[in-house]
Structures are given as structure tokens and as C-alpha cells.
């Protein structure tokens, strides 16, 4: 049972905004920084979003992050079929100082 | 660039150690701000973090695996190491090693390719 919850499928048609959520406790999202990675079947995740809002060189601004309280979100605007992927959450923990993942989400461009 | 090629066996022995290696090219491990992870992916399963390890030597581990884990920097070799004692077949997993820089604990930003690791008799 991963620490931080996300919805296991999320859905869109090519061109839509789609919204990823992630949801966790007091002790990770709520004091602690959210990542998000995408991951492609057989591939090494990649980094999407750190430090909440925070792109990476190279990731287009279609892809932003964004936290509340506990729940976080990855927002994918202009959707593409390339981005049907895996995504996943993860923060740090401070009751287990450690990093959690969520248990991803796949998201499905139909 | 910096990048990571893991290396190391794909079947381990049940009760055995799983050791593997991540060897660093295009810059050194010991370059300041890096720290290096492991992390893994049971089949079909999603991340799990396995530990980290930063510059100074501290040593971060999964709770669920500490008493069995060690994660180790070579530096004259440039490489990372994972030894993973008394594994089972929960073990199944793909590990990857990671670079992280700066950004906090949870930010990797390069990853190797991944090793399938299967325990089994």
C-alpha cells in the first residue's frame, strides 16, 4: 500500500488538459516537496516536475505541477498521444525519512 | 552528460546477495552535489524506493529493507553499488540506480537502463 494515493487510469482525447492527483498525509506532501516522473513501458522513469512547479531543462511547459495542503497534481495540457504513459508522485517522508512513490497513474491518450 | 550503466547478474539464489553495480561516465561520482539512489519495480508494479546515498557518506534506506541493504560509492572506479542480503522472491524486481543533484532527496534526474533481477531456484 504505497503512502501517497493516485488513481490508477486517468483518460483524454489528443489536444484536452488532463489532471493527475495525488493524494498523502501531514507527514510527506503536506511538509515535503512533490516530484512527478513519467515512465514508459520497458523504459527508466523520467523527471518531470520537482519542487511542486519546478521543470527540468527540456520539459515543455505543456507539463506543470501544482500542491495543496496533502494532494498534489500534474496537469498535461494539449494532450499528445505520446504521452500516454505512467505516471508517478513521490515525496519525502518524515515519519520513515525516506522517499515515497505513488502507485501511479497510466493515462490513456484515446 | 552524465551516464549510468548498471551492471550485474539477472538471477540470484534465494537466501543469497544480490549485488549489483552502476559504473558513472562523463563526469565524476564524487562531483560535488550529487547523491546517488536505488530504486525498484516489482513486475507490474510501481517505484520503490530503495536508498540513497550522499557525498558525505550518509546513507538514507527504505525501513522496510535496512536491515538488509547496503548502498556503496567507489570512487576511484566511479561507480555505485547495491548488496541486498537474504533476498526472497519478492525481491523480483527491476532496479535502477539514479543521479541526484541539489534539488532535494526525491529529485533524480538520470537514470541507468535498469537491471532485471529474478530470484529463483
Known amino acids: 500500500q504505497s503512502m501517497l494515493t493516485q488513481s490508477p487510469s486517468a483518460s483524454g482525447t489528443p489536444g484536452q488538459r488532463v489532471t493527475i492527483s495525488c493524494s498523502g498525509s501531514s507527514s510527506n506532501i503536506g511538509s515535503n516537496y512533490i516530484y512527478w516522473y513519467q515512465q514508459f513501458p520497458g523504459a527508466a522513469p523520467k523527471l518531470l516536475i520537482y519542487?511542486?512547479?519546478q521543470r527540468p531543462s527540456g520539459i515543455p511547459d505543456r507539463f506543470s505541477g501544482s500542491k495543496s495542503g496533502t494532494s498534489a497534481s500534474l496537469a498535461i495540457s494539449g494532450l499528445r498521444s505520446a504521452d500516454e504513459a505512467q505516471y508517478y508522485c513521490a515525496s519525502w517522508d518524515d515519519s520513515l525519512s525516506g522517499v515515497v512513490f505513488g502507485g501511479g497513474t497510466k493515462l490513456t491518450v484515446v | 552528460q552524465l551516464q549510468l550503466q548498471q551492471s550485474g547478474p539477472g538471477l540470484v539464489r534465494p537466501s543469497e546477495t544480490l549485488s549489483l553495480t552502476c559504473t558513472v561516465s562523463g563526469g565524476s561520482i564524487s562531483a560535488d552535489s550529487l547523491y546517488w539512489g536505488w530504486i525498484r519495480q516489482p513486475p507490474g508494479k510501481g517505484l520503490e524506493w530503495i536508498g540513497t546515498?550522499?557525498?558525505?557518506?550518509?546513507?538514507y534506506y527504505s525501513p522496510s529493507l535496512e536491515s538488509r541493504v547496503t548502498i556503496s560509492v567507489d570512487a576511484p572506479k566511479n561507480q555505485l553499488s547495491l548488496r541486498l542480503s537474504s533476498v526472497t522472491a519478492a525481491d523480483t524486481s527491476v532496479y535502477y540506480c539514479?543521479?541526484?543533484?541539489?534539488?532535494?532527496?526525491?529529485?533524480?534526474?538520470?537514470w541507468g537502463q535498469g537491471t532485471q533481477v529474478t530470484v529463483s531456484s
Open positions: 546515498i550522499y557525498q558525505s557518506g550518509s546513507t
Open positions: 539514479a543521479k541526484g543533484y541539489s534539488h532535494g532527496p526525491v529529485y533524480f534526474d538520470s
Open positions: 519542487k511542486n512547479d
